[in-house]
């Protein structure tokens, strides 16, 4: 089983505060329990929808409607298989018309999503269900853990241990050919002292200025004060160029990610995606549970 963390920034103004995608900004607002069949690695969200990545058993990518408060997870409102490829990181384009999926299986793997013809507007964007694939690659020679698209469609993002890799894509959108290079956060110390590495996800704000990463303390077995699932936030002198990094704060989810309930249980976050305007942020967590039932919610504001 994985813990859903839902968080958001409070206030009437809300919608207009200078300071979204500020983690600072982040505190613990209640919890609640749902219901999740199968292992979740990944995380995002469209303007209707959260979508999970479902390993394991099922590899599939799950959406659930979405309308500005958690969903009950207990129906899917689409799916799309991914069949023996381990999913791990996902995004979309801007407009919702294009799908990427990354995993283990070093393979990063692009679909499009068709709209009607004539065109009407945002009618089957997000559709994962319609998704169909449009470009390949596969044997890259590493397993991504998260994954970005730019939003005019020219890099994709992935991350894997300490690393960002960059992949400036020859033809936008596609994925079947790229130049590649490699920033390394590993040196980076985050607000509490520690080592930022084993990050599982990654996403920017809206004009790329800032960047945010989840990760996990440690190696550790059980969820402890020393297997903490945390996020960080950098911010970028250029834009979208995350060499061009500072680190600015991270964010501790303490042990509300996981349940404690054996040693042979391990937890992480493994995706989480911002709302359209920075004001709310959602996070998917890894949390092996076969004695538990229910995944544990909690709502950040």
């Not at 207009?16 to 292992?39: G, I, R, Y």
């Not at 793997?109 to 964007?125: F, K, M």
């Not at 903490?228 to 834009?239: G, N, Y």
Request: charged share 15%; hydrophobic share 35%; net charge negative.
């Amino acid at each position: 089983m994985r813990d859903i963390l839902y968080c958001s920034i409070a206030g009437s103004n809300a919608e207009t505060k200078a300071n979204a995608f500020t983690l600072s900004e982040l505190t613990l607002h209640s919890e609640t329990t749902v219901s999740v069949s199968s292992v979740v690695t990944e995380l995002d969200v469209s303007p209707t929808d959260i979508v999970l990545a479902l390993e394991q058993s099922t590899d599939t990518m799950a959406a659930y409607t979405f309308t500005g408060t958690l969903p009950s997870f207990t129906s899917t409102s689409a799916t799309l298989s991914v069949s023996g490829n381990n999913p791990r990181g996902s995004c979309f384009n801007s407009d919702g018309t294009k799908f990427y999926v990354t995993g283990t299986d070093a393979y990063i793997r692009g679909y499009d999503i068709p709209l009607p013809t004539p065109p009407t507007p945002n009618v089957n964007a997000y559709n994962i269900s319609l998704a169909s694939i449009s470009s390949s690659k596969s044997g890259i020679g590493y397993g991504g853990q998260g994954l970005f698209l730019k939003p005019d469609g020219t890099i994709l993002y992935v991350v894997e241990s300490a690393n960002v890799r960059t992949l400036t894509l020859t033809t936008p959108y596609d994925v079947s050919s790229y130049s590649s290079s490699t920033t390394s956060i590993s040196s980076v110390v985050d607000s509490d002292g520690d080592t930022i590495s084993g990050l599982t996800g990654i996403r920017f704000n809206n004009d790329g200025t800032k960047f945010f990463v989840c990760y996990r303390k440690s190696q550790g077995t059980y969820v402890t004060t020393a297997n903490r699932a945390k996020i960080a936030e950098f911010s970028l002198s250029t834009p979208y160029d995350v060499s061009s990094y500072t680190f600015v704060s991270s964010m501790d989810f303490g042990l509300n990610i996981g349940i404690q309930v054996a040693p042979d249980t391990t937890t992480l976050p493994a995706g989480f995606a911002w709302n359209a305007n920075g004001t709310a942020l959602f996070v998917a967590g890894v949390h092996q549970d076969t004695t538990q039932s229910a995944v544990k919610v909690l709502m950040y504001s």
